[in-house]
């Protein structure tokens, strides 16, 4: 058996008697709700590091680039500009010591003056994705002297030299290196 329905006097009555929820209200947007702190956040701190990793290729060049890569960013105290540390690989570390006065000045265009005062650089292997494609490796690699076989009688005269040795890494070793001091000197 169905029940009736109240008339409206009695649905009056049952809504003044019973109380309600409240409709809940979504909570705000988080990129709303975090804009004030990342503002202050990006004030104190800057974009640090990570900002110019994603650029360097644009700050300094492809060519250094594909040698350097930002490591860390140092701030000084008392609001003076920090220390910019960079991993250079490690046969190029001389060439970008004096190229720091220019690193410096391409990093301040980016960063803002007053943010960099000094270039740390430190020794170590460098990612290779920094460079794009690996076109400016390429590029590096064909620079280099591809070295061609010895003459027959060259590498015979070699051989015979190094006949007295006992076999083992230590005659390998010295087969190689006279094979590049002839590739260089062959008189």
Do not use: C
């Amino acid at each position: 058996m169905r029940r009736p329905l109240p008339t409206a006097a009695e649905a009056q009555a049952i809504l003044a008697y019973k109380r309600t929820r409240p409709i809940h209200r979504p909570p705000p947007r988080a990129g709303r709700a975090l804009g004030k702190l990342v503002k202050a956040l990006d004030e104190r701190f800057g974009q640090g590091v990570d900002g110019l990793k994603a650029r360097w290729r644009e700050v300094v060049g492809d060519l250094l680039s594909a040698r350097t890569e930002p490591v860390k960013l140092v701030k000084g105290r008392n609001g003076a500009a920090g220390t910019l540390e960079i991993r250079v690989d490690g046969p190029a570390a001389a060439l970008i010591q004096h190229q720091a006065p220019q690193i410096l000045d391409r990093v301040r265009l980016f960063l803002g003056e007053g943010v960099v005062d000094r270039l740390r650089i430190v020794q170590g292997p460098v990612r290779r994705s920094l460079a794009p494609d690996g076109a400016v490796l390429q590029a590096i690699k064909a620079r280099r002297r591809v070295a061609g076989p010895l003459d027959a009688a060259v590498e015979a005269k070699l051989a015979a030299d190094l006949e007295a040795a006992p076999e083992g890494p230590l005659k390998t070793a010295l087969l190689r290196l006279g094979r590049e001091v002839m590739r260089r000197d062959p008189g």
